[in-house]
């Protein structure tokens, strides 16, 4: 299953990249996320293969899942890989570049899933993702110009 989209956000990358690349700017445009955490520690200079988990507000419950760090080019690029290991695997992709004084957004969303429940599940699932991916995007675009004004 595949989620992709694209934004122009009338911002320059310098504002774009920290609202993806630093964890405390994730809940500005992601709301959902309760907390991120590094268990082994977070490497700044080359993050790729760094393991974290995330907190992810769920309606009324908190769920918990595995991450890492699967691409990273300072303004450029960022890929992660979230899942728990039972259900799904997300591999989540973000490729910025310059447009002028603004910035291309280019999401990719692959999510594997792992059994036969979740295949069930992704029936209603899947627009649910669509919909909160849509949703994200508007608020990334909304911090990143408001910031470019400021």
Known sequence: MQIKTAIEIEAPIGVVWPL????????????????TTYPEGKSEGN??????VQRIREGGRISTYQGEVTAYEPHRLLGVRLGDERNF???VTY????????????????????????????VIGIPMARRIVARH??????????????
């Open 47 to 52: 993050p790729v293969g760094t393991r974290f």
């Open 95 to 122: 490729r910025l570049s310059e447009q002028g004084n603004a910035t291309r957004l280019d999401y990719d969303c692959q999510i594997r899933l792992k059994n036969w429940l979740g295949r069930i599940m992704s």
């Open 137 to 150: 995007m508007e608020n990334l675009k909304r911090v990143a110009e408001e910031r470019a004004k400021a």
């Open 20 to 35: 993806l690349d630093a964890d405390e700017n994730l809940k500005l445009w992601m709301p959902d996320v309760v907390e």
């Open 89 to 91: 695997v997300t591999d």
